[in-house]
């Protein structure tokens, strides 16, 4: 039984010196919160000069699935390859009084390997990424007039 001991308090530290995933939450400019079941990778700041020098090349972190991003403003989102993300702006609402169904936009989809880009100001957004053949990927599509609510997605590279 001894020996367990020190094992365990090895584990233990090991995972607290793990860095925290991008949910832990703070006071935010714009609420980010993953309502589906796939995490989906959340960009706190945009680089203008190329989309591929974040932390983990395509994204800073991963947002949980139920969880909010964590950071002060969350400038977008990464959708992977085989998914569509859904997008939801909040018109009312905050991380600790989410808002009701009818405190939501109308969803927007994308399709497919995107960077979805938060315009400024917003309250927040819901986000959930499903898979291609999921039947809620068929609803509404960004357009270009969607412009007013979400930046033109654009393609991964």
Not at 49 to 65: H, M, Q, V
């Amino acid at each position: 039984m001894k020996k367990w001991v020190p094992t365990a308090a090895l584990a233990a530290a090991l995972l607290a010196g793990l860095t925290p995933p991008a949910s832990a939450a703070s006071p935010t400019d714009n609420e980010v919160h993953n309502t589906g079941t796939v995490w989906v990778g959340a960009i706190q700041v945009r680089n203008f000069n190329t989309n591929l020098a974040y932390r983990s090349g395509k994204y800073d972190e991963l947002i949980p699935a139920g969880l909010f991003s964590g950071y002060r403003h969350t400038d977008g989102i990464y959708i992977g390859p085989g998914y569509c993300g859904r997008f939801r702006q909040w018109l009312r609402g905050t991380e600790q009084n989410p808002p009701a169904p009818e405190d939501l936009a109308d969803p927007q989809v994308i399709r497919g390997e995107r960077w979805v880009w938060f315009p400024e100001p917003t309250i927040g957004w819901d986000v959930r990424a499903l898979p291609l053949s999921d039947p809620l990927c068929a609803g509404a599509s960004l357009t270009a007039k969607d412009g007013k609510l979400l930046i033109q997605p654009e393609r991964s590279r």
